[in-house]
């Protein structure tokens, strides 16, 4: 294509997918944070929110994908998505400050009711961020659909799209967890992301003139072409990764947050591995992916059963080298900055989860290369993947949090998620009947061989970890629920034996007679220091009781 500013044409609308990437994630993050003020920081609350948002991106592409194949200039078509974007964005992040004034009425209304209230933080997150999040699942369908120019480069096109605008989203992960809120606060991030964003879109809406416009589907083809005889079995398969992919996002990190006593910067690092590793997947696998040709059935197949046994091997190998990394952040002399301790952490992490993330990012082409056919129905079928991926991602994130970890533990979640992965790899193996019966073998074998790893490995790690970062001698107590993972460990110290309670790997309080020295002059220092005696008292956190007992010495109260 014809350069504009010195740039070719697919290199031009490359940067500015991985700049709407960007700006994409920033929302994301801005917008989490300020719903969090309305519907507050517990699990259901966050959950509530990351599935409206992947809800609306899946309804997006589905739907504006099947209609983009009947549109000549679909280049435009994004360019005007991009600018519908960030005008919703500059409106919500206006409005959602003041969501409270409707949603918490309803409530209290509600107390009681935790699925009613449930329900209603899901609605009301749906209603506000539906319209943007649409737009944005639509824009890797239109992207592709004005780009991808030839059959014989569809996986390798659509992958290198994927990979940049993922990348953009890691960048948006870093920018906005670590430097743009500390220095700008959430609006100025949000208005930052949308200007970015109206570039973006008047960049695109200039250059996509120079472009010849493609070849639409009649709008009475209600019909795309058929894909591949494996079609349906993919793209089953596609949407049961995005619900695994999530899935163990969310395990790895509340395993994870066990290290750190920061579950913010955790989870920032882990999205920014995940995002990481995607991209880059999917790039190395984008260059191969069209000389697979009708075999990428079969090697998606050999790719989600590596996801599965490399995903437990990976926590084993976090295990073995995060002992050596927090001796480093000791030697360092920063291990009790948790800016940096997070920081070697995220770098160890990066090491350890680099194969199963990077089969992840694999995956993506060789699904579309599988499913997608022709290019008369681009569109209609890359929107029906992604969008199918992203809809499994919301099922996926809900069911970990509250299903998986409540009911078997995170370690056991673990090896679910991964037995789900050898799962569709078997699955899709028997379903692509045109596959060469040496690959179909290899597909069953790989299905079989990640299984028996998943199982032969009996997981220790939340118990073996909790010790380590307490240096306590006895584990009393290790429960895992819908909001975190809490621990009661026995110490030893001075002769005496004392417990300290531990919520996601931060220690909250204990029975030595440093804790409770502190803990009672919470209690008695603002008493003391009152103008008169004070009448009545608010407390806010009990200390195990001991700051509540030790205000009874006060006679006044």
């Known amino acids: 294509m014809r350069g504009f500013l010195g740039v070719g044409m697919n290199e031009l609308f490359h940067l500015l ?44 592409a589905w739907w504006i994908g099947r209609l983009v194949d009947r549109v000549e200039r679909p280049l435009a078509v994004y360019g005007a998505i991009e600018a519908g974007v960030s005008i919703l964005a500059i409106a919500i992040t206006l409005v959602l400050p003041h969501l409270d004034r409707v949603i918490v009425p309803g409530l209290d209304a509600l107390e009681g009711h935790f699925l009613l209230q449930s329900g209603l933080r899901f609605a ?39 990979a940049v605008n993922t990348a953009g989203a890691v960048a948006g992960v870093l920018a906005a967890g670590f430097v743009l ?74 395993l994870l947050i066990q290290l750190s006593s920061s579950g913010t910067l955790v989870f920032a690092a882990m999205l920014a591995t995940f995002l990481t590793g995607i991209a880059l997947g999917s790039a190395l696998a984008g260059r191969i992916v069209d000389r697979v040709g009708a075999a990428s059935a079969g090697w998606l ?47 160890a992490a990066a090491v350890a989860f680099a194969v199963p993330t990077l089969l992840l990012g694999a995956s993506f082409p060789l699904a579309a290369r599988a499913y997608l056919g022709s290019l008369g129905a681009l569109g209609t079928r890359l929107g029906r993947l992604y969008g199918a991926n992203t809809l499994g991602g919301v099922f996926g994130s809900f069911a ?23 799962a569709i790899g078997a699955g ?17 074998v ?27 001698s006895r584990l009393i107590h290790l429960g895992e629920d819908y909001h975190g993972t809490i ?44 103008a008169e005696p004070p009448r009545s008292v608010l407390v806010i956190c009990f200390g195990v009781g001991i700051t509540l007992e030790a205000l009874t010495l006060h006679p006044t109260l």
């Not at 929302?27 to 003020?37: F, G, H, K, P, S």
């Not at 073995?320 to 995220?346: K, L, N």
């Not at 970990?400 to 050898?422: D, K, M, N, T, Y």
């Open 181 to 254: 809120i500390p220095w700008i606060g959430l609006r100025g991030t949000a208005f930052l992301g949308a200007a970015l964003g109206l570039v973006v879109a008047a960049t695109a809406l200039v250059a996509s003139r120079r472009i010849p416009a493609v070849a639409a589907r009649p709008a009475g083809a209600t019909r795309p072409p058929a894909p591949a005889s494996a079609g349906g079995a993919v793209l089953l398969a596609f949407g049961l990764s995005g619900f695994g992919a999530l899935a163990l996002e969310i395990i790895v990190t509340r």
């Open 124 to 162: 009301a997150a749906l209603a506000v961020l539906l319209a943007p999040t649409i737009l944005l699942g639509a824009t890797l369908p239109v992207l592709a659909r004005g780009l991808v120019a030839r059959e014989t480069l569809l996986g390798g096109g659509v992958a290198r799209l994927y």
């Open 301 to 347: 197949a050999l790719v989600e059963s590596g996801v599965g046994a490399s995903a437990v091997l990976s926590v084993w190998l976090f295990a073995i080298v995060q002992s050596a990394v927090t001796e480093a952040a000791w030697f360092a002399g920063e291990a009790r900055d948790t800016m940096v301790r997070t920081r070697f952490a995220f770098l």
């Open 17 to 60: 997918f991985f700049a709407s990437g960007f700006s994409g994630l920033l929302y994301e993050i801005v917008w989490a944070r300020q719903l969090a003020t309305v519907f507050g920081v517990s699990a259901f609350a966050l959950t509530a929110v990351l599935s409206a948002y992947f809800l609306g991106m899946a309804i997006g």
């Open 428 to 444: 899709l193996a028997l379903a692509a009947r045109d596959l060469a019966p040496r690959l179909r073998a290899a597909g069953i």
């Open 446 to 472: 790989a299905a079989a061989a990640a299984a028996l790893i998943v199982l032969g490995l009996p997981p220790r790690f939340a118990a073996d970890w909790t010790l380590a970062r307490s240096q306590a």
């Open 487 to 530: 621990a009661v460990v026995e110490r030893q110290e001075g002769g005496q034996d004392f417990r300290q309670l531990l919520v996601n790997g931060d220690f909250m309080s204990g029975t030595s007679s440093y804790a409770r020295r502190y803990m009672r002059l919470a209690a008695h220092i603002p008493a003391l220091l009152a």
């Open 400 to 422: 970990a949090g509250f299903l998986l970890i409540p009911w078997l533990g995170v370690e056991r979640s673990l090896q679910a998620v991964a037995l789900l992965f050898c």
